[in-house]
């Protein structure tokens, strides 16, 4: 690590891995490129270690003995409101649905290559702190709103539960409303990274979305899939 950096300026990581070597290989990694690590082996401690430390970002394992990374997201995403990116096999497509349903923001397949890890956590820091600068940062749509300084949406005045990555879709199309955003446009601007045609998160995404701002799932109003293309956020009439 860098000694001439100030602890108070780096971005503090959990890793809750318990690979023993790829967990220190990880965090040595993260600490020469500027971050403070953290590390949890043990599955059982993860919960609490997340909502006592209140990291900066959450690297977790989907298999940990104790309590599996799924169960630790699903139970630690109303209290912590930063990313968790989930590392998952490389062949089970369920494994990342099942991380993207119970909250995580973004995952990795093992085995992690360091500089695509180091990539994907540099854009959820990023996202998470694009809120504090930039232009239009309240949008209102009918009983809708979606404030981006604050990161919270409320319908008809009642907060909406959003992950981190949810709100950043919505916000994302929102902000482009009467406009299709492709797939491609949505991986380029949310992930950093090329659509591959295949990765079903950003669908995952919007089909948790929909019922949470009152859209129906059945017959969408507010987000319209435009097949072949990608999604429109319909403007109010």
């Excluded at 919270?152 to 539960?161: S, W």
Aim: net charge negative.
């Amino acid at each position: 690590m860098d000694e001439s950096l100030d602890p108070r300026e780096q971005d503090h990581v959990l890793i809750i891995e318990d690979d023993e070597r790829l967990a220190e290989l990880t965090r040595d990694y993260l600490e020469a490129n500027g971050f403070r690590v953290t590390l949890e082996a043990d599955g059982a401690q993860g919960v609490e270690r997340i909502l006592n430390l209140q990291p900066d970002l959450v690297i977790l394992d989907l298999m940990l003995p104790g309590e599996d990374g799924l169960s630790i997201c699903r139970r630690v995403r109303s209290d912590y409101p930063g990313p968790i990116l989930m590392l998952t096999a490389r062949t089970d497509d369920m494994d990342q649905v099942l991380g993207l349903e119970m909250g995580a923001d973004d995952y990795v397949a093992k085995p992690v290559q360091p500089r695509v890890l180091l990539a994907r956590m540099r854009a959820l820091l990023r996202r998470r702190e694009a809120g504090a600068a930039g232009e239009e940062q309240r949008l209102v749509f009918g009983d809708l709103e979606i404030d981006n300084a604050t990161r919270e949406a409320f319908l008809a005045g009642e907060r909406i539960d959003l992950t981190s990555a949810e709100f950043d879709l919505l916000w994302l199309l929102a902000s482009n409303a009467g406009r299709v955003l492709t797939r491609e446009e949505i991986f380029a601007q949310l992930r950093g990274i090329k659509y591959d045609g295949q990765d079903r998160s950003i669908d995952v995404r919007v089909s948790r979305i929909r019922p949470k701002i009152g859209d129906d799932p059945n017959q969408p109003q507010r987000i319209k899939t435009v097949r072949s293309k990608g999604y429109l956020f319909v403007k109010d009439g």
